[in-house]
């Protein structure tokens, strides 16, 4: 796709109008997010403006017909992209993104135009069992729709981060690509969270619980996630290992929750112990 990036960094002209028809096509809003990324990244936001705005707007038609998911990830790109050019610090940037996208699920952006009622009646009427769970929450003295609204708002937030990453993560490789080959290699593969970030993370998700805002912790552990796979990505980039134990590991990843707990550990402690720069004096 880097001769696409290509044309699209001729002129405004060029990457407005991708951004707009590509948003515009349904499933292809992330082609769009990562258009204006791309833009951003490289020229900052003040010019890339006309190309945000380009398609801003055929995401907020799909936000007008009940799809939040295209204008939530464009504006979310937008930001990241923003603070990456500013502070070139992929760890800050995560932190950044997933603050954000919890302020959207505390927000309740990402919850149905008619509210949680209407689903949770589907659900009951769907599955006698979940109709039972939530009737035993109810008499515990829960708020169901409070809580189907947490879980509704949190999938879809956790969708809309985890694309809106790998739109800037795109973006980024077609920068790379197109005017620094070879550098967003070496940046993700060297991307960790310092211990301060950590404790940045720990303490919002901490405030959140103190002050009843459970939404504001929802999405912290994505960064540790993502520099879990740039550990992965960089160990296996240091030892010259096949691109199969990539395939192998993402198998794991997806279709395993184990092998989340694992990657987020495995980031946890790597955070205090570098991994990768004890293998690098190693070797």
Request: proline letters at 6%.
């Amino acid at each position: 796709m880097l001769p696409v990036a290509r044309w699209m960094m001729r002129g405004v002209p060029q990457a407005a109008t991708g951004a707009a028809a590509a948003t515009l096509v349904p499933w292809l809003f992330w082609l769009g997010a990562a258009i204006t990324g791309l833009v951003t990244l490289r020229r900052g936001l003040s010019p890339a403006l006309p190309v945000i705005v380009a398609a801003a707007l055929p995401a907020g038609w799909w936000w007008i017909r009940g799809d939040v998911i295209p204008l939530a990830s464009i504006l979310l790109v937008t930001l990241m992209a923003v603070v990456l050019r500013a502070r070139l610090r992929w760890s800050e940037t995560l932190i950044i993104g997933a603050l954000a996208g919890a302020v959207m699920i505390q927000l309740g952006i990402f919850l149905p135009p008619g509210g949680t009622g209407p689903v949770l009646e589907q659900i009951r009427q769907g599955s006698p069992e979940v109709a039972a769970m939530l009737d035993e929450f109810a008499r515990q003295g829960m708020n169901t729709e409070r809580l189907a609204g947490l879980l509704i708002g949190g999938v879809t937030g956790l969708v809309v981060l985890l694309a809106a990453v790998a739109c800037l993560a795109l973006a980024r490789g077609w920068q790379a690509g197109l005017y620094n080959p070879g550098g967003f290699r070496e940046e993700f593969h060297a991307l960790r969270l310092a211990p301060r970030e950590l404790l940045v993370l720990a303490g919002v998700g901490g405030a959140g619980m103190v002050l009843g805002l459970p939404a504001l912790g929802m999405l912290l552990w994505v960064p540790l996630l993502v520099a879990g796979i740039a550990l992965v990505h960089g160990v296996i980039g240091l030892k010259g290992m096949n691109g199969l134990w990539l395939v192998a590991f993402y198998v794991l990843l997806i279709t395993t929750w184990p092998m989340i707990l694992i990657v987020l550990l495995a980031a946890l402690i790597d955070s205090f112990a570098d991994f990768r720069a004890r293998l690098g004096r190693s070797d």
